[in-house]
């Protein structure tokens, strides 16, 4: 069973507006969170980060927000952009270095 | 140019035939890792390795081995490959996959398909 859930295989965002990607975990001991991007025919790149201590971590455009007690994060794009474009992975870890994906959602910035 | 190299990009084989996708970084990373992604499951880690000679189980280890002798790299391979395992491969390395300043780098990706 997956540790890690994204429950929206796509999501469509007019240019401009703001894009929010859900991600939801199970295992009460990840505390660790991350997000990827991965365009095709290439790897995932790192997004951001955020730590179990911390609630909201911002970086430009971007910002993830963790509710731990609902075990749910999210993350935020303002103002989408086309070449925004991509699957993004959301991935969480507990102790021992291991990571744990989510099956990733398809976003889709229109001009 | 710092980077994760995997070879070969593209790989067709048949079931039982032993394999090797190598995976090699020029980054002085002591974390590396290993993942498969799949339709529907995202990506799921395979093995990861600490440090040379550190190995460790992921979330689906069944039917692949992979050995750290040199820092730099970190092979996967598949005693015997069966069609199940057909999958796009990706590589990572690391310094400190859990420092916040730090992330895993991936490679480009494996597309191994087993007939």
């Known amino acids: 069973d997956q540790q890690v859930k994204q429950n929206s295989p796509s999501l469509s965002v007019q240019e401009g507006r703001i894009s929010i990607l859900n991600c939801d975990y199970t295992?009460?001991?990840?505390?660790?969170f991350l997000w990827y991007k991965k365009y095709p025919a290439e790897g995932p790149t790192f997004l951001i980060s955020?730590?179990?201590?911390?609630d909201k971590n911002e970086d430009g455009r971007f910002t993830v927000f963790l509710n731990k007690s609902a075990k749910h994060l999210s993350l935020h794009i303002v103002p989408s952009q086309p070449g925004d474009s991509a699957v993004y992975f959301c991935?969480?870890?507990?102790?021992?270095?291991?990571?744990?994906f989510g099956s990733g959602t398809k976003l889709n910035v229109k001009p | 140019e710092a980077q994760v190299t995997q070879n070969p990009r593209y790989l067709i084989t048949v079931t039982g035939k032993k394999l090797t996708v190598t995976c090699s970084q020029n980054?002085?990373?002591?974390?590396m890792s290993w993942y498969r992604q799949d339709p529907g499951l995202g990506l799921r880690q395979i093995y990861y390795?600490?440090?040379?000679?550190?190995?460790d189980k992921g979330d689906v280890p069944e039917g692949y081995k992979v050995s750290r002798k040199e820092k730099r790299n970190f092979p996967l391979i598949l005693e015997s490959p069966s069609p199940n395992q057909t999958s796009l491969y990706f590589c990572?390395?690391?310094?400190?996959?859990?420092?916040?300043?730090?992330?895993?780098?991936f490679g480009p990706g494996t597309r191994l398909t087993v007939l």
């Open positions: 991935a969480a870890s507990g102790d021992f270095n291991k990571f744990y």
């Open positions: 980054m002085n990373h002591e974390y």
């Open positions: 955020i730590s179990s201590i911390k």
């Open positions: 390795s600490m440090n040379v000679e550190v190995t």
């Open positions: 990572a390395s690391s310094f400190s996959p859990r420092r916040n300043t730090d992330t895993q780098y």
């Open positions: 295992n009460s001991m990840f505390d660790y």
